[in-house]
């Protein structure tokens, strides 16, 4: 009888505790920026997890460990699926968009990122950095 009144008061106890998480969640409101998976640069290195943030019209990427990189001049050059590597490292239902970015007049600045999204959040990402055209390279 003892172990059923302990276990029960374990239950309410954590369910209290889960409760109080959700609702500070709730209350803190969105995170902003694009949660993604960046390999820089593209085609090399490893995936790093960060978010992207398109304020005032310049994206850039932050990584939860290590500096800001800034995209100015960011556009996107093509869409396409994980290949069976790389969704060993990501999730492999996620789309990888490949982008090119100036370096603010010094071309050694300049490159190549590639940013893995979910699928819903690639609109998102698409608006902060516009397709380059079929000219551009």
Known sequence: ?????????????????????????????????????????????RWRPGRVYAEDGAARWVPQRGE???LP???????????????IS??????????SYDGDGDPDRGGSIEIAVMPLDVRELLAALPQAEAGTP
């Not at 990501?90 to 982008?99: A, D, E």
């Open 73 to 87: 001049g960011g556009r996107a050059t093509g869409v396409r699926m994980p290949s069976v590597k790389e969704g």
């Open 68 to 70: 800001a990189v800034e």
């Open 90 to 99: 990501i999730h492999p239902g996620s789309r990888i968009v490949t982008c």
């Open 1 to 45: 009888m003892i172990e059923i009144v302990v276990v029960g008061l374990g239950v309410v106890g954590a369910g209290w505790l889960l409760r109080r998480k959700h609702r500070a969640r709730v209350a803190a409101g969105p995170v902003p920026g694009i949660p993604c998976m960046v390999r820089v640069p593209a085609g090399e290195g």
